[in-house]
């Protein structure tokens, strides 16, 4: 079991709370629910860094800012999926309504672990561990998570293809 060390977009953000820079460099949409960081607001002071019980804060030192995920803006506007979700080669990440994707789970007969340890309301769902037998997936007998997740490509050299 494992919990992800990624932003749990809560519903009430200790980070948020913690920030003591007036405007708030740190928002939540109240539309979107996307917690982000606004870092030309930010002083880098890591108060909200050390407020977030998740660890899902970081700390850009040659900006000066904070940095979290923000469910990638610039693909959402395209009504892409953020980039996460879209390149997890064993589908482990899903992303969407939260009620849609609730719905779906409870149609495959999966089940919710709850991870709200810290009474923040996060809005990332965690369902449980589907196990394999047979070289099949159990669990959600239901679902399309039954064919064989694709190997992630390996890159030998990063710059040969375009990454840096």
Known sequence: DFLTLTCQHCERPA?????????????????????EVHEELCTGCGE??????????GYDAQGHHSVKCDLCPERREKELEP???EICPGYAISFGER?????????????LRDHDHFLLK??????EKIGRE???????????LHEEP?????????AANGVF
């Open 48 to 57: 909200c860094v050390m407020a977030c019980p998740y660890s899902a804060m």
């Open 83 to 85: 980039a996460c979700a």
């Open 150 to 158: 694709k190997r992630p490509r390996f890159v030998d050299s990063p």
């Open 99 to 111: 009620e849609t994707l609730l719905e779906k789970a409870e149609e495959e007969g999966r089940h």
């Open 15 to 35: 980070c948020l709370r913690a920030c003591p820079v007036h405007p708030k460099a740190i928002t939540k949409d109240p539309d979107t629910g996307v917690v």
């Open 122 to 127: 996060p809005q990332t769902i965690y369902l």
């Open 134 to 144: 047979n070289g099949r997936l159990n669990g959600a007998e239901n679902s399309s």
